[in-house]
């Protein structure tokens, strides 16, 4: 029936201006339909996209959450292994140095054993930072090395100095932290294992264009950075190290000793 109307309208107006307006009207009908779908579309793309982001937000954190529920658990294993066996150690050398003390054993044996309660606790605080690194405690970082040296002193008898020049204020990041420590503290126990030497310096340098750690003995003989025993980090350790962090690491005879050197970018 509206059909036979607009028939009736268009014959009765000579035809063509009314097509005219139909046609029109059927073009903002058309344009309409189109906008709205256009909306409709970009809509529908936005909630795809929101979606997708959650998407991603929770694989990440279930991964997270995995992540942490393994180092829990390798931190658990860790206290209830090895920090236990440790202590024990402790203990017992406790014991058998009141016991050597008691018996008249000669000195030697009893300076032996000190050394041998040095190390042991040591190990224990080191394994409990450990622990605490994998529960995300407060890494180690180059505000440690006088610690590492005084406890070298105090292990080995040999001096052991340190040194830092430029910057210290500067921001190395948690892996470069850690890095420059682990690597003073390899190259002191290698020192300690395979070297015999007079006197160590520790050099830590904030330079314009990164830092430089130089651990150095001089009087030693041998290579102090000969494979060690199976514990450790091993010159390989800290060179992979050093190239995570875009940085080199060598080691190599002075003329006085044996030198390591790590170099970081900043």
Same mark, same amino acid.
Request: glycine share 12%; net charge negative; proline share 3%.
């Given at each position: 029936?509206?059909?036979?109307?607009?028939? #009736?309208?268009?014959?009765?107006?000579?035809?063509?201006?009314?097509?005219?307006?139909?046609?029109?009207? &059927?073009?903002?009908?058309? &344009?309409?339909?189109?906008?709205?779908?256009?909306?409709?579309?970009?809509?529908?793309?936005?909630?795809?996209?929101?979606?997708?982001?959650?998407?991603?937000?929770?694989?990440?954190?279930?991964?997270?959450?995995? !992540?942490?529920?393994?180092?829990?658990?390798?931190?658990?294993?860790?206290?209830?292994?090895?920090?236990?066996?440790?202590?024990?150690?402790?203990?017992?050398?406790?014991?058998?140095?009141?016991?050597?003390?008691?018996?008249?054993?000669?000195?030697?044996?009893?300076?032996?054993?000190?050394? #041998?309660?040095?190390? #042991?606790?040591?190990?224990?605080?080191?394994?409990?930072?450990?622990?605490?690194?994998?529960?995300?405690?407060?890494?180690?970082?180059?505000?440690?090395?006088?610690?590492? #040296?005084?406890? &070298?002193?105090?292990?080995?008898?040999?001096?052991?100095?340190?040194?830092?020049?430029?910057?210290?204020?500067?921001?190395?990041?948690?892996?470069?932290?850690?890095?420059?420590?682990?690597?003073?503290?390899?190259?002191?126990?290698?020192?300690?294992?395979?070297?015999?030497?007079?006197?160590?310096?520790?050099?830590?340098? *904030?330079?314009?264009?990164?830092?430089?750690?130089?651990?150095?003995? &001089?009087?030693?003989?041998?290579?102090?950075?000969?494979?060690?025993?199976?514990?450790? *980090?091993?010159?390989?350790?800290?060179?992979?190290?050093?190239?995570?962090?875009?940085?080199?690491?060598?080691?190599?005879? !002075?003329?006085?000793?044996?030198?390591?050197?790590?170099?970081?970018?900043?």
């Amino acid at each position: 029936m509206a059909v036979g109307a607009v028939s #009736a309208a268009w014959l009765s107006n000579g035809g063509a201006p009314i097509a005219g307006i139909v046609l029109n009207d &059927f073009g903002i009908l058309a &344009f309409f339909l189109l906008s709205l779908f256009a909306r409709r579309l970009r809509e529908s793309n936005q909630r795809a996209e929101l979606l997708l982001a959650e998407l991603e937000q929770t694989r990440a954190a279930q991964a997270q959450a995995a !992540t942490l529920s393994e180092r829990q658990r390798l931190a658990r294993e860790m206290h209830d292994v090895l920090a236990h066996s440790l202590s024990g150690l402790v203990l017992n050398l406790e014991g058998a140095r009141l016991l050597a003390a008691q018996g008249g054993a000669d000195p030697q044996v009893g300076d032996a054993i000190d050394r #041998a309660h040095r190390l #042991a606790r040591t190990g224990l605080e080191e394994a409990r930072r450990a622990i605490g690194m994998l529960r995300d405690d407060a890494l180690p970082g180059p505000e440690r090395l006088a610690d590492l #040296a005084t406890e &070298f002193e105090g292990d080995s008898g040999v001096a052991c100095k340190v040194a830092v020049t430029g910057e210290s204020e500067r921001d190395l990041g948690t892996d470069g932290r850690l890095t420059l420590y682990r690597v003073a503290q390899e190259a002191l126990t290698n020192i300690r294992k395979h070297a015999r030497a007079g006197r160590v310096e520790i050099r830590l340098a *904030y330079e314009p264009s990164g830092t430089r750690l130089t651990i150095e003995d &001089f009087g030693g003989c041998g290579d102090p950075q000969a494979p060690s025993d199976g514990t450790g *980090y091993g010159l390989t350790g800290m060179r992979e190290r050093a190239e995570l962090l875009g940085g080199t690491l060598t080691a190599e005879p !002075t003329e006085g000793g044996f030198q390591v050197q790590l170099w970081v970018p900043a």
